[in-house]
């Protein structure tokens, strides 16, 4: 079934255009509806990144929250596996993230997680939009049953405590020169202060949002300036998270950038070597390098894949028993600590191994070679490039020239107008002119 609202990543979309006050208010008022449960007094937590226009969703929701009988507790800026925690440990039905992520400050989103901390799945949001596309006058809290909203202090510190207590009890971070981008967004208070308090030496970067400025030129999406800033203040290791810190991606002491397939391989194979990994096996997706496939195989580690998500990572991860999962943008789940993508929980799980092994972060976190991999973009404005003739047939041609050293992956991407074509293989100029080929009847068909 096409859904009008929800994408692979909760509602997303230009900020009082298609994000706008009327929407957030219906989707108050929807899951709100449809998480009441029973006569006691229900509770929704609500947390954003630093956008501007979180204010006037924020207010929106509680107002469409209320309005269906919801208390509201208001987090201000939190990262979105802070929400996710703290819906389970405040026993919230419902928690509420105002984000899009790493997009820049236009964009703006709403997440939803249920009591138990996990993203809805597709039924529980296919029965909020059709509830947001009914009328819902009849079914309005009165009087005494209207719900209420108060700003709460001290969450910043209870996800700090959660945050540390991940590392073993024999390791902190005493020695260590850490830098920290932050990307001014949700993480700008909370991240710095944990790696602090656990005795790194702390260099900060993308601490000052103003509204404007989340993603820009900083965090996970933009690593120079996190690179440099490691190489000028001779740290050991760079960590950058994006707006709403469910990602991360290292920076080794030489400014070399470790993306999400590196960081899963690192945690997996010390996982393994604790017997901490419950399975043989760590959840990617089809978008994961098939150097890592290779390198975790040759450790007897079976990589699966999913379609690109997180979602669908940490569904087939509930599903079948595994605690490791991720993306090469930097989503990893460690489902011994998370409900959904935790940049910062990652990172601390990196650090551990660098604090245990006492090698640097070049030594151990580029774990593998990865094979030559092309990614390109082609933007669309309406229709479906990839239903035409000439799009599949050119599809169907870059496999046949792949063959069984490489893979093709093309996709319309889950939140922007673009469709995303992927090639990798052993020889990296029949990649790079697959892709080239692909991206051409896909532009011709757009046009």
């Given at each position: 079934?096409?859904?009008?609202?929800?994408?692979?990543?909760?509602?997303?979309?230009?900020?009082?255009?298609?994000?706008?006050?009327?929407?957030a208010l219906k989707v108050g008022?929807?899951?709100?509806?449809?998480?009441?449960?029973?006569?006691?007094?229900?509770?929704?937590?609500?947390?954003?990144?630093?956008?501007?226009?979180?204010?006037?969703?924020?207010?929106?929701?509680?107002?469409?929250?209320?309005?269906?009988?919801?208390?509201?507790?208001?987090?201000?800026?939190?990262?979105?596996?802070?929400?996710?925690?703290?819906?389970?440990?405040?026993?919230?039905?419902?928690?509420?993230?105002?984000?899009?992520?790493?997009?820049?400050?236009?964009?703006?989103?709403?997440?939803?997680?249920?009591?138990?901390?996990?993203?809805?799945?597709?039924?529980?949001?296919?029965?909020?939009?059709?509830?947001?596309?009914?009328?819902?006058?009849?079914?309005?809290?009165?009087?005494?049953?209207?719900?209420?909203?108060?700003?709460?202090?001290?969450?910043?510190?209870?996800?700090?405590?959660?945050?540390?207590?991940?590392?073993?009890?024999?390791?902190?971070?005493?020695?260590?020169?850490?830098?920290?981008?932050?990307?001014?967004?949700?993480?700008?208070?909370?991240?710095?202060?944990?790696?602090?308090?656990?005795?790194?030496?702390?260099?900060?970067?993308?601490?000052?949002?103003?509204?404007?400025?989340?993603?820009?030129?900083?965090?996970?999406?933009?690593?120079?300036?996190?690179?440099?800033?490691?190489?000028?203040?001779?740290?050991?290791?760079?960590?950058?998270?994006?707006?709403?810190?469910?990602?991360?991606?290292?920076?080794?002491?030489?400014?070399?950038?470790?993306?999400?397939?590196?960081?899963?391989?690192?945690?997996?194979?010390?996982?393994?070597?604790?017997?901490?990994?419950?399975?043989?096996?760590?959840?990617?997706?089809?978008?994961?390098?098939?150097?890592?496939?290779?390198?975790?195989?040759?450790?007897?580690?079976?990589?699966?894949?999913?379609?690109?998500?997180?979602?669908?990572?940490?569904?087939?991860?509930?599903?079948?028993?595994?605690?490791?999962?991720?993306?090469?943008?930097?989503?990893?789940?460690?489902?011994?600590?998370?409900?959904?993508?935790?940049?910062?929980?990652?990172?601390?799980?990196?650090?551990?191994?660098?604090?245990?092994?006492?090698?640097?972060?070049?030594?151990?976190?580029?774990r593998f070679e990865p094979l030559?991999?092309?990614?390109?973009?082609?933007?669309?404005?309406?229709?479906?490039?990839?239903?035409?003739?000439?799009?599949?047939?050119?599809?169907?041609?870059?496999?046949?020239?792949?063959?069984?050293?490489?893979?093709?992956?093309?996709?319309?991407?889950?939140?922007?107008?673009?469709?995303?074509?992927?090639?990798?293989?052993?020889?990296?100029?029949?990649?790079?002119?697959?892709?080239?080929?692909?991206?051409?009847?896909?532009?011709?068909?757009?046009?």
């Amino acid at each position: 079934m096409v859904r009008r609202y929800f994408g692979t990543d909760g509602i997303r979309g230009r900020a009082n255009q298609v994000i706008t006050p009327e929407l957030a208010l219906k989707v108050g008022q929807a899951a709100g509806l449809i998480f009441k449960r029973g006569d006691h007094r229900h509770r929704v937590v609500i947390g954003k990144d630093t956008r501007l226009s979180g204010y006037m969703i924020e207010n929106a929701l509680v107002a469409g929250f209320t309005s269906v009988g919801m208390d509201v507790l208001v987090l201000g800026p939190m990262p979105t596996p802070a929400v996710a925690m703290l819906a389970r440990s405040m026993r919230a039905d419902l928690g509420v993230m105002i984000s899009a992520s790493h997009n820049l400050f236009d964009d703006n989103g709403i997440k939803l997680f249920g009591p138990d901390g996990f993203k809805l799945a597709d039924k529980k949001e296919s029965e909020i939009e059709a509830l947001i596309d009914s009328d819902l006058s009849k079914q309005l809290a009165q009087g005494a049953d209207l719900g209420r909203a108060k700003r709460i202090d001290g969450v910043h510190d209870r996800y700090i405590e959660f945050a540390k207590r991940t590392l073993p009890k024999a390791i902190d971070l005493d020695g260590l020169r850490v830098v920290v981008d932050c990307a001014n967004g949700a993480a700008y208070r909370v991240a710095p202060e944990a790696l602090w308090e656990l005795g790194a030496d702390v260099i900060s970067m993308g601490v000052e949002p103003d509204g404007f400025n989340i993603n820009k030129d900083c965090g996970s999406t933009d690593l120079a300036g996190i690179s440099a800033k490691v190489r000028e203040m001779r740290a050991d290791i760079g960590i950058a998270l994006d707006g709403d810190a469910d990602r991360v991606i290292i920076v080794d002491e030489r400014g070399h950038v470790v993306d999400g397939d590196q960081l899963m391989a690192v945690i997996a194979e010390s996982w393994k070597e604790d017997g901490r990994l419950q399975r043989a096996g760590i959840v990617g997706t089809v978008m994961s390098n098939l150097g890592l496939e290779r390198h975790l195989a040759g450790l007897g580690i079976e990589l699966v894949r999913t379609p690109v998500g997180d979602r669908y990572v940490l569904e087939h991860m509930r599903e079948h028993g595994y605690n490791v999962g991720g993306e090469p943008s930097g989503h990893i789940i460690l489902s011994d600590y998370t409900t959904t993508g935790d940049g910062f929980i990652a990172a601390l799980q990196v650090l551990s191994v660098i604090k245990r092994k006492g090698k640097l972060v070049s030594q151990i976190c580029h774990r593998f070679e990865p094979l030559p991999q092309v990614l390109k973009n082609v933007q669309y404005k309406k229709g479906k490039p990839l239903e035409n003739a000439r799009v599949r047939s050119a599809i169907a041609d870059a496999e046949l020239r792949l063959g069984r050293t490489g893979r093709l992956i093309v996709r319309p991407s889950g939140t922007e107008t673009v469709i995303r074509v992927m090639a990798e293989g052993d020889d990296k100029s029949l990649v790079e002119a697959v892709v080239d080929d692909v991206c051409e009847a896909v532009s011709q068909a757009a046009a």
